[in-house]
């Protein structure tokens, strides 16, 4: 079972460059994630989806859209790339309803020069 | 605002020695906690949650947690740690009335090591 798949896997990008970070889960998943993890500080959402054609921000959504035209894919975009936004960025997935775990992908490691 | 806090960024142990893995938390209502671990370039794998009933949970690979209620803690915890076992721990909470993945709140992590 591939579970959460993220594509690519590293990228670096000059400040002002545009990127869009793909993420596709097969296991019919309503809920999807976007996270991203910094050293010292934990996983912080920056937007989440409950359903195709929707999507809501997070803890730190400044600087970053989402879309989710599919219930499978969730896309997260930077619009102009900042030397703050070099993180790690982990997608997840879960069911909808209570009691439920995410799953995540192995995570795209960004860094903006 | 509920948050969790994990006050040891590194924890060594001995190979065979028993494991505990810290992690205090603050939410209103009733906790949703979870244990997730990270192996290197790896994303995060779960290990166990507590939602309700016994305070002491079991999950994969033969870790366990101890929820207690009155310190607010769910200390990660395993008899016999495995060289393997090495690698970044993370707790995370969200209310039990949302029982939601999309409010979860990680801690900052722990970094086990298990020596040889």
């Known amino acids: 079972n591939a579970g959460v798949t993220q594509t690519p896997k590293f990228r670096v990008l000059k400040t002002g460059q545009s990127m869009t970070l793909l993420c596709a889960q097969d296991?019919?998943?309503?809920?999807m994630y976007w996270y991203r993890q910094d050293p010292g500080m934990g996983l912080r959402l920056i937007h989440y989806s409950v359903g195709e054609g929707t999507t809501a921000k997070g803890e730190v959504p400044d600087g970053y859209n989402v879309s989710r035209l599919k219930k499978q894919n969730f896309l997260l975009g930077l619009e102009s790339a900042a030397p703050s936004q070099t993180s790690v960025y982990f997608c997840a997935s879960s069911k909808s309803g209570r009691n439920t775990e995410a799953f995540f992908g192995q995570g795209t490691r960004l860094t903006v020069v | 605002a509920q948050s969790v806090a994990q006050p040891e960024d590194q924890v060594n142990v001995a190979e065979g020695n028993p494991l505990t893995v810290k992690c205090t938390y603050s939410v209103s209502g009733n906790p949703y906690l979870f244990w997730y671990v990270q192996y290197p370039n790896r994303g995060l794998q779960f290990l166990l949650k507590y939602i309700t009933g016994d305070n002491l949970v079991k999950g994969s690979y033969g870790f366990e947690a101890e929820f207690n209620k009155s310190q607010t803690s769910f200390h990660l915890k395993k008899p016999s740690a495995l060289v393997s076992d090495s690698a970044l721990y993370f707790c995370a909470v969200s209310p039990l009335s949302s029982g939601s993945a999309r409010q979860l709140t990680f801690g900052s992590g722990t970094q086990l090591t298990v020596l040889p």
């Open positions: 296991m019919n998943h309503e809920y």
